[in-house]
Structure formats: structure tokens, C-alpha cells
């Protein structure tokens, strides 16, 4: 399979003033390993200030690294990185949007930046993302999941091979996160599209990500698959409700789910959910019903606790 983006020992460094007198080399990136294949949609891990962002601004060209090697699409030669680059698109911490305009006047600013030929490319990319009947409304005025469509949309002009989000999860309310989450794994397996995700939450990951990467203090800790991590922490899909009985019922028999478990604070774990689970249409199962949902994610039993053995023995 082929590698999209390799990193080879890659180190930032900061220089800090302490007190006015000795410079301080801080390292943000620490001789970083790293490995994204065609294909994947790669959940990159770790606690705010871990070095994600860093990671990210130096895939996208925006800073250099201090030490350590970068390839994209095979090519390591920084003089000719600029043009792989042309491959790959997304956002950093937030999509970059003007609030005044509608999302096709958003797109068409792309298309004419990029010097694409012809307008049919917006109302095909609007409709992919859900965004085709916004009209005459300002993105000022989307809702945060909007904006975030948004701003993949803007990444996906000019036919992107290679996304790359920041923390595109955060803030998001559960039916935000499941549209989010529907459109990039349709954009994975519909269209080939290769996906970074960062984000410090593990749980949302565990809905989406083929293969992890676990970084703490600059450092990689641990890179592993999906089916790898699955056999390490056994996974749940956890429903909050405002009727856990109804709730359960609707799950036993038109989704055909039987190893459920009611918890006290209403919420439900349900095990050996199949991979074939469309968790959008349980959502709208409930809704439909009336039964409110408060929370739906895939956990763990252990998974968090995963994450802090590796930085435990990391320490």
C-alpha cells in the first residue's frame, strides 16, 4: 500500500527566553516517527499541547521543522514538497470561512484562487457535504457542524487525495458529530480520500479511524490499527436517553441488538455491536420514537485507560 505522508525523526524546536537571559531550545516535536498509507483514515492522538497542530502546520508548509526528514507521496525533496503539497488540503483549528458570504460564494472564492474552470464543481461539492440547500444563508449564521462541512468542502475543490483536520470534532453536539462522521467515512470509501484526523477525543475516534497514532510530549508513543486497538479494550456504543426501557426495546428489536446493559444514570452500553452499524440510523430510530438523546459514542472499557498506560510507561 502506498505511503501518503512519512515522518523520519522530525523535531521542532522553540527558543524560550526565561527570565530575560538563557534561551531555552523547547522542543514541541521530538524526534517524531510517523506513517499515514492510502487509504487510511488515521486518528492522530493526544492531549491539547501534545504536538498535533505542530505536526499538521508542518505536513501543510505553513512552518518548517527543526531537524528530521518529511516525505508526501514519496517525495523528501524540500525544494519539491510545494508541489505534493497541491495534493493535499483541510484546516487547521478552524475552518477558514468569510462569515458574510453564503457557502457557494465561500466555494467560488476557491475555485477562482485556485483557477478552476467552471462552476458545476461547487453545486456537486454542496451536495456531497449537505450543504445544497443553505441558499441565500450566511455561513455566519451555520451552526458549528455547518461550518466544519464547510470547510471540507473548501478542501475537497480541486480534488484533494489527502485531508487533513484539526480537532474538527470539538464542540460538536451528537447529531453534529454523526453527520461529521458520516461524510468523511462516505469521502474514505466513495471517493479513496486519505484523512488525518487529530483530536484528544479517543472515544469519537473510536467511530472513524482505521489505524492510530498516539503522541504525548512531542513524542510518538504508539502507532496501531483499529483491529489491533479492538483487541485491547473491548468496545461499546453508549446511548444516553431520556427513556432507557423504550430506548432499549427499540434497540433489541429493530436493530436486532441483544448484549444491552442499562446503567444508573441512564445511559445503555451496547457490546458486540456489528461493523455494518449505521449508528446515524439508530439515532433517527430514537428521535422518531420520541425517546431524546443525550450522548451517543463508541467507548471503551479500557480505552482511556489505554491511552494513559502508554504514557505511563512513556514517563
Known sequence: METIFKASGLTKKYIMLINKRVLVHYPVLDHLDMEIKRGEIYGFVGANGAGKTTLIRILAGFIRQTDGKLELFGEDDPKRLYIQRERINGFIEKPAIYPHLTARDNLEICRRQRGIEGKSCITEILQEVGLSDTGSKKAKNFSLGMRQRLGIAMALLGGSEFLFLDEPINGLDPEGMVSLRELL????????????????????????????????????????????????CRKYLYIKVDQAEKAQTILRTTFQLQNLEILS?????????????????????????EVNIDTMAVKSDELDQYYLSLIGRAK
Open 185 to 232: 467515512k462516505r469521502l474514505n470509501q466513495e471517493r479513496g480520500i486519505t484523512i488525518l484526523i487529530s483530536s484528544h477525543l479517543l472515544s469519537e475516534l473510536h467511530q472513524l479511524a482505521t489505524c492510530y497514532g498516539f503522541i504525548h510530549n512531542g513524542k510518538m508513543l504508539e502507532q496501531i490499527t483499529s483491529e489491533e486497538l479492538n483487541k485491547k
Open 265 to 289: 444514570d441512564g445511559g445503555i452500553k451496547v457490546y458486540d455491536v456489528p461493523e455494518e452499524l449505521d449508528v446515524g440510523k439508530v439515532s433517527r430510530a430514537l428521535v422518531l420514537e
